[in-house]
């Protein structure tokens, strides 16, 4: 009997290779692992670039005056819903529409995730989740949205500044992109914008200018032929939302390597991920000497704008530079921000939290310094002309056709009171008096 069982088990397991062959052979991790890692990549990175949502929001709350901050912070949570909403119904797809002329698809289909459960089988496992790949993409557009925020704060109404973001999120910034990271005309001409130093942030920087061109300065602001300082109501805040928009950049530039399943491409995240460090640092510490030495005092406003325009630098080629390479891009970043704050003050150009100095100007520094890499300066200038002008004479045309429609200004009573109140009707802090 003995013999017998040892036999029939023996025999047993001669057959379990002829029954694994049998069944499907599981997927090895070299095949599955880059789908895995770059998926994983794109909903870390995401949820990062989220985090950047709410560093505008504190940021913007401390660089205006106390009786907008509600304004402020609603503004700031309806445009990130808007942006998700539009970017879902059309922008995705008319972002990467596939084959198409390379100016613009016909592509209004709102965007479809896999099925619940998809099977190794059944994925495309080139590249990563359709899933992931749209939530990281929508958080960029949601960024543009609040670079414009910023600068309009304190004088606009809340809903033409929301219809405005409804054509910018869903139309013009996906159009825009597709010249580029859909494989547009752009990338076919060799332009150069690894994480968006032109297609995210200069883009919310030209229409930020031009809806601060059509509604005017603040009440105030410039007098005498002098510029008078408004304060904003809390740079605690300010300096917050500073270190969350520093952070969510990892996840900003990182994941925009795309790729995390082979080991030169995770090294080179954490390459990018060192880079953007040193190029906040550099701005920062650029704006902390320039300002000591052209004003007597440090300005703790142009060191946190400083910070951000260093990483605004850098984003268009955070992996190319060596950490030197990235701390000369960033501490020009911080230059420019010194200069062309007043410059603006000088062209009666009112933008309350130096959006356009931060996002526009330092935008436009960063994709230039890509062809230092690349030597392709004819790509890098037309990509910036071309973002320049579509963005900025669309963005004419949408404020211009919102004032006359319905009015993008409150009235001056209601500037004076507060925004909170006038739009509102409650404030942020209701036990401090108006500043």
Do not use: C
Not at 38 to 43: A, D, G, N, R, V
Not at 64 to 85: D, P
Not at 153 to 162: M, S, V
Not at 199 to 220: C, D
């Amino acid at each position: 009997m003995k013999l017998t069982k040892y036999l029939s088990v023996g025999a047993a397991l001669t057959l379990l290779p002829t029954f694994a062959l049998a069944q499907d052979a599981a997927p090895s991790f070299d095949e599955i692992g880059p789908y895995i890692m770059t998926t994983l990549l794109f909903l870390v990175g995401g949820f990062l670039v989220f985090w950047m949502a709410a560093g505008f929001a504190m940021l913007e709350a401390g660089l205006v005056r106390s009786k907008n901050v509600a304004m402020q912070l609603t503004k700031n949570i309806a445009l990130f819903s808007i942006a998700a909403i539009m970017y879902w119904l059309v922008g995705f797809n008319l972002m990467y529409p596939g084959d198409f002329n390379g100016y613009f698809a016909l592509n209004f289909v709102p965007t479809v995730l896999e099925p619940v459960g998809l099977s190794a089988s059944d994925a495309a496992l080139d590249y990563a989740s359709v899933a992931s790949d749209f939530f990281f993409q929508l958080m960029f557009v949601a960024a543009t949205a609040s670079i414009v925020s910023g600068a309009l704060a304190e004088r606009i109404k809340l809903w033409p500044f929301l219809i405005f973001v409804v054509i910018l999120t869903g139309l013009m910034y996906p159009i825009s992109g597709s010249w580029q990271w859909g494989g547009g005309w752009l990338s076919e001409l060799g332009f150069s914008d690894f994480a968006g130093s032109t297609i995210v942030h200069s883009v919310g920087g030209w229409a930020a200018l031009a809806g601060a061109l059509i509604l005017g300065p603040r009440l105030g602001k410039y007098k005498d032929g002098k510029t008078v300082p408004m304060p904003g109501s809390n740079l605690a805040l300010a300096t917050l939302g500073t270190f969350i928009l520093w952070l969510g950049w990892f996840g900003f530039n990182g994941g925009s390597q795309l790729a995390a399943g082979t080991v030169g491409d995770i090294t080179d995240v954490g390459r990018i991920f060192a880079n953007t460090n040193m190029a906040a640092s550099a701005g920062a510490v650029t704006a902390l000497i320039l300002t000591q030495i052209l004003y007597k005092k440090v300005d703790l406003t142009m060191v946190l704008n400083g910070a951000l325009a260093g990483l605004v630098s850098i984003t268009a080629e955070p992996l190319a530079p060596s950490l030197f390479g990235a701390l000369l891009t960033g501490a020009v970043g911080g230059v420019i921000v010194v200069f062309t704050v007043p410059m603006l003050d000088k062209f009666k150009i009112d933008d309350v939290v130096g959006a356009i100095p931060v996002h526009l100007f330092a935008g436009i520094w960063g994709t230039l310094a890509v062809a230092f890499y690349t030597g392709n300066w004819g790509a890098q200038i037309t990509g910036i002309i071309a973002y320049g002008v579509f963005t900025f004479v669309i963005s004419l045309v949408v404020w211009t056709i919102l004032k006359g429609v319905m009015g993008i200004r409150v009235t001056e009573e209601a500037e004076i009171n507060g925004l909170d109140m006038a739009e509102l009707g409650m404030e942020a802090y209701p036990d401090f008096s108006k500043g």
